[in-house]
């Protein structure tokens, strides 16, 4: 059973930094392309934003490129989000998750919260 943990998440001010962790059992990162989705308050909707393949390319949301960084460690089973340049708009909470999605992977998220 796979089980995604994701962390790292918090309040911080417009400008600022935070990293987000996201743990896996299991093996899934080795032979899956893998995403951050957020889903912002009021909105149904997960979007993706950001996704690193199996190759190590990375792909971003036009919303997130040039401030936010992909990255995975498949030893560790754990992808990370860098994220510069908080935006209000960032406020979400965050989940990872294969790409395509599994529903059945969704972990509990970290909320990600940035004051004006």
């Known amino acids: 059973q796979v089980q995604l943990v994701e962390s790292g998440g918090g309040l911080v001010q417009a400008g600022g930094s935070l990293r987000l962790s996201c743990a896996a059992s299991g093996r899934i990162f080795s032979i899956n392309h893998m995403g951050w989705y957020r889903q912002a308050p009021a909105k149904q909707q997960r979007e993706l934003v950001a996704?690193?393949?199996?190759?190590?390319?990375?792909n971003y949301a036009d919303s997130v490129k040039g401030r936010f960084t992909i990255s995975r460690d498949n030893a560790k089973n754990t992808v990370y989000l860098q994220m510069n340049s908080l935006k209000p708009e960032d406020t979400a909470a965050y989940y990872c998750?294969?790409?395509?999605?599994?529903?059945?992977?969704w972990g509990q998220g970290t909320q990600v919260t940035v004051s004006s």
């Open positions: 998750n294969t790409v395509p999605k599994m529903n059945s992977y």
């Open positions: 996704v690193i393949f199996l190759s190590g390319s990375t």
